[in-house]
């Protein structure tokens, strides 16, 4: 619950004061859904965990059914708009997926959620086989030391990179938009996994980060959601000019500006969030409860409002 509430308090508060959709702000609504998915899959019965994981081979039997059941409605509700749109066309569910034109909200909801629709699925197997090999000791945990044999770690590393130069080949050459996102769905596992390989198997790559992007990295989403209306205006389509005339003054005076009130943002989404969800379920069940009837309430207010 804290994180749905720290990912979309910005959002929904955007929505209202900027007269916005929530899918205008494409991206909060896609982390939110696929968070919601994975976590509805590990609360599934019956539930494991790591721990169990080291007692018997159950729990790795059982995981693999989740995760491939994951991915057979994967396949399943992106194959089809019309099961897709049976799905998320009911109101009010269809209200979060409204865009700017009525006649294609659902249809741009497909296309944005089904571009990466087999990563959730992916993440949830890499991170397990990830958790049965640190438990059967085939990779070396010590950051300062290869995570498998020196043979092994380049072979893999080789690996990574010629699956780096096959995308970045693939990127370039791929005729058109539409084929491009119809074969993206099928190997964006693989610059992932390049990635994380890459950063994870060489010593030296694993015992250091940038403090830079560390620190952006905390007020990323802030960052995202912000772009809309600090450095962009007119709905994305124009720029915002402080200083016309002098377009790198004026870029380096609203990326200043951008990332100090990103980072003020955060802040306070930070404190908004530690008040609404505590320790204390009881206040917390209130507090969560009286902000989702004051947003039914809301929604149900403008869904008539628009009727008369």
Same mark, same amino acid.
């Given at each position: 619950?804290?994180?749905?509430?720290?990912?979309?308090?910005?959002?929904?508060?955007?929505?209202?004061?900027?007269?916005?959709?929530?899918?205008?702000?494409?991206?909060?609504?896609?982390?939110?859904?696929?968070?919601?998915?994975?976590?509805?899959?590990?609360?599934?019965?019956?539930?494991?965990?790591?721990?169990?994981?080291?007692?018997?081979?159950?729990?790795?039997?059982?995981?693999? /059914?989740?995760?491939?059941?994951? %991915? =057979?409605? $994967? #396949?399943?509700?992106?194959?089809?708009?019309?099961? !897709? *749109?049976?799905?998320?066309?009911?109101?009010?569910?269809?209200?979060?997926?409204?865009?700017?034109?009525?006649?294609?909200?659902?249809?741009?909801?497909?296309?944005?959620?089904?571009?990466?629709?087999?990563?959730?699925?992916?993440?949830?197997?890499?991170?397990?086989?990830?958790?049965?090999?640190?438990?059967?000791?085939?990779?070396?945990?010590?950051?300062?030391?290869?995570?498998?044999?020196? /043979?092994?770690?380049?072979?893999? %590393? =080789?690996? $990574? #990179?010629?699956?780096?130069?096959?995308?970045?080949? !693939? *990127?370039?050459?791929?005729?058109?938009?539409?084929?491009?996102?119809?074969?993206?769905?099928?190997?964006?596992?693989?610059?992932?996994?390049?990635?994380?390989?890459?950063?994870?198997?060489?010593?030296?790559?694993?015992?250091?980060?940038?403090?830079?992007?560390?620190?952006?990295?905390?007020?990323?989403?802030?960052?995202?959601?912000?772009?809309?209306?600090?450095?962009?205006?007119?709905?994305?389509?124009?720029?915002?000019?402080?200083?016309?005339?002098?377009?790198?003054?004026?870029?380096?005076?609203?990326? !200043?500006?951008?990332?100090?009130?990103?980072?003020?943002?955060?802040?306070?989404?930070?404190?908004?969030?530690?008040?609404?969800?505590?320790?204390?379920?009881?206040?917390?069940?209130?507090?969560?409860?009286?902000?989702?009837?004051?947003?039914?309430?809301?929604?149900?207010?403008?869904?008539?409002?628009?009727?008369?």
């Amino acid at each position: 619950m804290k994180v749905l509430l720290r990912m979309n308090i910005l959002t929904v508060l955007l929505c209202y004061t900027m007269n916005r959709p929530y899918q205008f702000y494409y991206f909060m609504p896609l982390i939110s859904f696929y968070f919601i998915i994975v976590y509805l899959t590990h609360l599934m019965w019956p539930q494991m965990d790591a721990s169990k994981a080291k007692e018997t081979n159950k729990p790795i039997f059982i995981m693999f /059914v989740k995760i491939g059941l994951l %991915l =057979i409605v $994967s #396949l399943l509700l992106w194959k089809s708009l019309t099961l !897709f *749109s049976s799905l998320f066309s009911w109101w009010p569910l269809i209200e979060l997926f409204r865009t700017q034109n009525e006649d294609s909200m659902v249809r741009e909801w497909w296309f944005r959620s089904g571009l990466d629709r087999f990563m959730a699925p992916y993440g949830m197997l890499f991170a397990f086989l990830l958790i049965i090999a640190k438990n059967s000791k085939w990779i070396n945990t010590d950051p300062a030391q290869w995570p498998f044999s020196k /043979v092994v770690s380049w072979i893999v %590393l =080789i690996l $990574s #990179l010629v699956v780096f130069a096959f995308y970045g080949r !693939f *990127s370039l050459s791929c005729p058109n938009k539409p084929e491009c996102n119809a074969t993206h769905s099928w190997i964006s596992f693989l610059p992932v996994t390049a990635f994380m390989l890459l950063r994870n198997i060489i010593p030296s790559l694993r015992t250091c980060y940038s403090a830079f992007f560390a620190w952006t990295g905390k007020i990323s989403l802030e960052l995202f959601i912000g772009q809309y209306h600090i450095w962009l205006a007119n709905d994305t389509y124009s720029l915002l000019v402080f200083i016309p005339g002098f377009p790198f003054a004026n870029a380096a005076i609203t990326t !200043f500006v951008f990332v100090c009130v990103a980072h003020e943002i955060s802040s306070i989404c930070g404190v908004l969030t530690s008040y609404a969800v505590t320790k204390d379920v009881p206040t917390m069940i209130k507090r969560i409860a009286f902000l989702a009837g004051l947003l039914a309430v809301t929604l149900l207010l403008h869904v008539l409002t628009k009727r008369d």
